[in-house]
């Protein structure tokens, strides 16, 4: 080692002392993200067990790195969506958070039309329950580079504008008169024999089907499984 009086002159006990800072700040960051990630992990967990959580109750938000596929394990099979980040950032991050939390696990599709679309999300199964991850209903991200073109678009089921929470629809054919008044946020990218199969099931006058569908769990995931 050098001695005080040179350190001093020269100036390397000085860049020792910000090194020593910057180690001892980068430590703390570690530890705090450290602490970050087991308090999400044990969120998610406490989700996991206690099924469809009501929002609020989980606090676990996922990002786009995170999660660009939403996995959809329902009683029907499987069904991979990779979700459109880009264009409905806000869909994408209520969505997948969800489906994080487990919001979405035990939740029926309560709403089949043949030949026009899937509907679920709604703990409630009667078409107006649901809340979002932001504790109110939020605005539409309607992009005009989407359209409804056909079976497997992923778009957020609404009331009126601007009045998104949790439920959700897949197409099963084209529907142009929807375009700028449902947000897209994504599409199905493997499991679409499961929502056909879906599409075909038998309804009541109003639409429910007679036999319940149900998503069992739902997960986030970086790739198709």
């Given at each position: 080692?050098?001695?005080?009086?040179?350190?001093?002159?020269?100036?390397?006990?000085?860049?020792?002392?910000?090194?020593?800072?910057?180690?001892?700040?980068?430590?703390?960051?570690?530890?705090?993200?450290?602490?970050?990630?087991?308090?999400q992990a044990?969120?998610?967990?406490?989700?996991?067990?206690a099924g469809a959580?009501?929002?609020?109750?989980?606090?676990?938000?996922?990002?786009?790195?995170?999660?660009?596929?939403?996995?959809?394990?329902?009683?029907?099979?499987?069904?991979?969506?990779?979700?459109?980040?880009?264009?409905?950032?806000?869909?994408?991050?209520?969505?997948?958070?969800?489906?994080?939390?487990?919001?979405?696990?035990?939740?029926?599709?309560?709403?089949?039309?043949?030949?026009?679309?899937?509907?679920?999300?709604?703990?409630?199964?009667?078409?107006?329950?649901?809340?979002?991850?932001?504790?109110?209903?939020?605005?539409?991200?309607?992009?005009?580079?989407?359209?409804?073109?056909?079976?497997?678009?992923?778009?957020?089921?609404?009331?009126?504008?601007?009045?998104?929470?949790?439920?959700?629809?897949?197409?099963?054919?084209?529907?142009?008169?929807?375009?700028?008044?449902?947000?897209?946020?994504?599409?199905?990218?493997?499991?679409?024999?499961?929502?056909?199969?879906?599409?075909?099931?038998?309804?009541?006058?109003?639409?429910?089907?007679?036999?319940?569908?149900?998503?069992?769990?739902?997960?986030?995931?970086?790739?198709?499984?």
């Amino acid at each position: 080692s050098f001695p005080a009086h040179i350190l001093a002159s020269s100036g390397l006990g000085s860049r020792r002392a910000v090194r020593h800072q910057c180690l001892r700040s980068e430590r703390v960051s570690e530890t705090v993200r450290q602490r970050r990630e087991m308090e999400q992990a044990l969120a998610l967990a406490e989700a996991r067990h206690a099924g469809a959580v009501v929002s609020g109750v989980s606090r676990v938000v996922v990002t786009a790195e995170e999660a660009p596929y939403v996995i959809l394990e329902t009683s029907m099979g499987k069904i991979v969506v990779e979700l459109y980040w880009k264009h409905a950032p806000k869909s994408c991050q209520n969505f997948a958070s969800l489906a994080a939390r487990g919001y979405y696990d035990g939740v029926k599709f309560h709403r089949v039309i043949p030949g026009f679309m899937i509907q679920g999300g709604d703990p409630t199964a009667t078409g107006k329950g649901g809340e979002s991850i932001y504790g109110r209903k939020f605005e539409d991200e309607c992009h005009r580079d989407l359209k409804h073109t056909g079976a497997g678009i992923l778009s957020m089921a609404n009331s009126g504008p601007d009045t998104n929470a949790s439920q959700f629809f897949v197409l099963l054919a084209p529907t142009p008169w929807l375009d700028g008044k449902h947000t897209i946020f994504g599409r199905v990218a493997a499991g679409m024999q499961v929502v056909k199969r879906l599409g075909q099931i038998v309804t009541d006058s109003n639409d429910r089907p007679v036999d319940d569908v149900k998503i069992l769990r739902s997960s986030v995931t970086t790739e198709v499984p």
